[in-house]
């Protein structure tokens, strides 16, 4: 379910090197200033700068507690035992009121049913079409309506395919892979969705994401959020958190990378105009009506063979006759009938490296954590910094350090909160399109070891931040060896 192997096109503007499928050139001047934090956060940031004293951890978000009906009017009494809860449970499984989950026309799958013929599949009728209704029923039933939690809830869904990797080491990659995004899940309190079953076994490489977030969607009523990351991405921010209260705040339902002029250009969109490996999606109708129209321009669909010379015909640069997933989107923002209608819930997100084409990121990520260790060297902001901390005060202390290298005078580091193509910040997500560690050969733009150093560097960029809480680092950026930190890391050496 990663990207699937790139085909080269030349960048924007007729000049300079070719670009893969999913990769964004990034023009001069794109890139906006860093996101304003809330006040909460700034507060509790210059506090921590300013003293070294212990702070309370704050909640972790993101997180539901659903409680479970009691039969037991003392079931939260000190001397009830796993026996009794046990039983409890079993008393009140089912008990509750019927909700969309009862229905038996309810399917979780795409709108591709059995066909109308030997060997042939017909689109069936969407069976889901009031899911804001029985959502907000659910969540009512549950004590869940109006509960801040819920609308800042996100489940995370990566996932591979569902047999062996073709490429040598390519398994091994895939648990690298995961492993940063396990760290990043656990330090944000965002629940994480691995998935390795085609839930429709036509929609392969990257079509397969549809299906697997609009059965995710189904299965959390309780999460406002689904936030589909290709196996291949790499988290190497992991003190960035996503913007909701932003996107809320808008009425954003769709958040991906890209940038207006060239998905909505008048005479022909780009298909690289945005990239669909990274994207953030609300759980609404709104969202799975959008899933239902993408996916019928995918190989499920008996008219995938059409929309594929519709999409060579109307976007500027695409190589050839298959419909993809990016151009599909492309298209249903800027040339789709009903275009308004999708275009004016979504948000080309392209203030930060949401994702990050990681042949112009890796290469800097040495001088990042450079900079980064030089903030937490100055007298101002060391003596909260570099104090030793459990990583359940993560969050805190990442809104500390984002406060301190955000500083223009003395050590500040410039750029966007999340980075970007222009300073010096953290890349929020390094994003190894073309590189295909698990499908085999790499695009002809990269070399083998090129891609498999830059994955290298990227993770252990991103695993020093996890482990510094833990004690350790890696000895050198390509080592997978750790050294232990001295005292008041970064300031002793």
């Known amino acids: 379910m990663a990207a699937s192997e790139s085909v080269p096109k030349g960048g924007s503007g007729g000049g300079g090197a070719p670009r893969p499928h999913g990769h964004l050139a990034l023009p001069t001047g794109r ?8 006040a909460g956060a ?28 009691s039969s037991s009017s003392n079931a939260g009494a000190a001397s009830s035992s ?51 209704a029985n959502r907000a029923a659910w969540l009512r039933t ?34 690298r892979f995961l492993k940063n ?4 899940c656990r330090l944000h309190g965002i629940e994480l969705l691995y998935n390795t079953a085609l839930l429709e076994p036509s929609m392969v490489a990257y079509w397969a994401k549809i299906p697997a977030v609009r059965a995710a969607m189904l299965a959390h009523p309780d999460a406002e959020w689904v936030w589909w990351v290709d196996a291949d991405a790499v988290f190497t921010d992991m003190d960035f ?54 996916a019928r321009m995918g190989p499920a669909s008996p008219e995938y063979a059409r929309w594929g010379k519709t999409l060579r015909e109307e976007l500027d640069g695409k190589p050839s006759d298959e419909s993809d997933d990016q151009s599909a989107l492309v298209y249903l923002l800027s040339r789709h009938p009903e275009r308004a209608r999708w275009a ?9 490296y949401f994702q990050g084409y990681w042949a112009e990121i890796v290469d800097r990520l040495d001088g990042v954590a450079t900079r980064y260790e030089a903030v937490e060297r100055a007298a101002r902001a060391g003596l909260g910094l570099r104090r030793r901390h459990a990583e359940r005060e993560h969050l805190l ?20 909160d999340g980075g970007g193509q222009k300073g010096w910040r953290r890349p929020f997500v390094t994003h190894f399109t073309g590189c295909q560690p698990c499908g085999g050969a790499p695009n002809r733009m990269y070399t083998r070891r090129r891609c498999a150093e830059g994955i290298r560097r990227a993770l252990a960029f991103a695993d020093d931040q996890v482990l510094r809480a833990y004690g350790f680092r890696h000895a050198a950026p390509l080592s997978d060896s750790v050294t232990p930190l001295p005292f008041d890391y970064p300031a002793a050496h």
């Open 241 to 294: 958190s996503l913007p909701l209260a932003r996107y809320n705040r808008h009425g954003h339902n769709l958040v991906v990378y890209g940038w207006e002029r060239e998905v909505y250009a008048e005479e022909r969109p780009s298909w690289v105009g945005l990239n669909a490996g990274v994207f953030l999606i609300r759980n609404c109708q709104w969202s799975l009506d959008l899933m239902d129209a993408w």
């Open 142 to 175: 549950r004590g869940l309506d109006g509960a801040a939690a819920v609308a800042g809830r996100v489940v995370m869904v990566t996932g591979s395919q569902p047999e062996p990797c073709k490429g040598a080491g390519g398994d091994h990659a895939l648990l």
């Open 397 to 416: 202390y990442a809104a500390a350090r984002r406060e301190a290298v955000r500083r223009r005078d003395g050590n500040g580091v410039p750029g966007p």
């Open 82 to 132: 796993p026996a009794s809860d046990a039983a409890a449970a079993v008393a009140a499984v089912g008990k509750g009121p019927r909700t969309f989950y009862d229905d038996p026309e309810l399917s979780y799958a795409v709108g591709v049913g059995a066909g109308a013929g030997a060997g042939q599949r017909r689109w069936r009728r969407r069976v889901i079409t009031d899911w804001d």
């Open 181 to 184: 995004k396990l760290d990043y």
């Open 31 to 38: 890139v906006r200033e860093g996101l304003a934090f809330a």
């Open 344 to 352: 004016n819930a979504t948000f080309l997100e392209s203030g930060y």
């Open 42 to 69: 700034v507060v509790a940031a210059l506090v921590l700068l300013s003293s070294a004293s212990v702070l309370a951890p704050p909640p972790v978000p993101n997180i539901v507690s659903v409680p479970v009906p």
